[in-house]
């Protein structure tokens, strides 16, 4: 991760830092997940500090359920969700911070609403959501072979996340922001990527610490 400037919180503002469910909301090193009855295990319960709010995508990941094998050679797959904007922002819940996500999925999808419930679980602030009903929520297909390269095959032709316009952005909730988090997946494509660069406008004029993620 790289931070694109530095950020100084308040001693009232700063995050508790403690031990985070082994649960993650994203894939594991080893291309295999852990199963759990809940999703926001090892949250902290009380909410304090500067609000972060995290622009991206938000999706599936499909990983094997035996390590060390082509995405062809393996018996099933496990689904987990993922994102790297949105694993940040539920992390953030986790460790007793306030966070927002700003993103947007498929509306006649089970897995877009299943994400959306996963941010909801973790007390993340979804006002900033948009579902699409003309498109799917991405999928990810990963694994880690044995020999230590990552496999990855992607659906997004387009994804939801991919359709996101400037029209659907929640400006009020970015002001409320203290810190604005992104990733790049989001440049890649248009309209995403247009409205991704108006956010970035919109914070450059503006009083917020922004984070970049590679």
């Not at 090193?29 to 909410?47: H, V």
Request: aromatic fraction near 10%; include cysteine; charged fraction near 25%.
């Amino acid at each position: 991760m790289v931070c694109c400037f530095p950020v100084t919180l308040s001693e009232k503002g700063s995050f508790k830092f403690g031990k985070s469910s082994s649960d993650k909301f994203s894939r594991s090193s080893d291309g295999s997940t852990k199963s759990s009855k809940s999703y926001s295990l090892g949250r902290k319960s009380e909410k304090k500090g500067n609000l972060v709010v995290c622009f991206g995508e938000l999706l599936i990941d499909l990983v094997p359920t035996e390590s060390g094998v082509s995405l062809a050679e393996s018996p099933g797959f496990k689904k987990a969700p993922s994102g790297a904007p949105s694993n940040v922002v539920v992390e953030i819940a986790r460790l007793g911070g306030s966070s927002a996500f700003i993103g947007k999925v498929g509306d006649d999808d089970e897995f877009g609403h299943m994400l959306a419930g996963i941010l909801k679980e973790n007390k993340v602030e979804s006002c900033g959501m948009r579902f699409d009903a003309n498109a799917r929520t991405a999928l990810a297909f990963i694994t880690l072979r044995a020999y230590g390269e990552r496999e990855f095959m992607f659906y997004r032709n387009p994804s939801a996340d991919m359709l996101l316009t400037e029209d659907e952005l929640d400006k009020d909730l970015i002001k409320k922001a203290s810190i604005f988090h992104y990733g790049s997946i989001s440049l890649i494509e248009e309209p995403c990527r247009s409205t991704h660069l108006v956010t970035q406008i919109f914070c450059f004029n503006s009083p917020y610490y922004v984070f970049f993620l590679i």
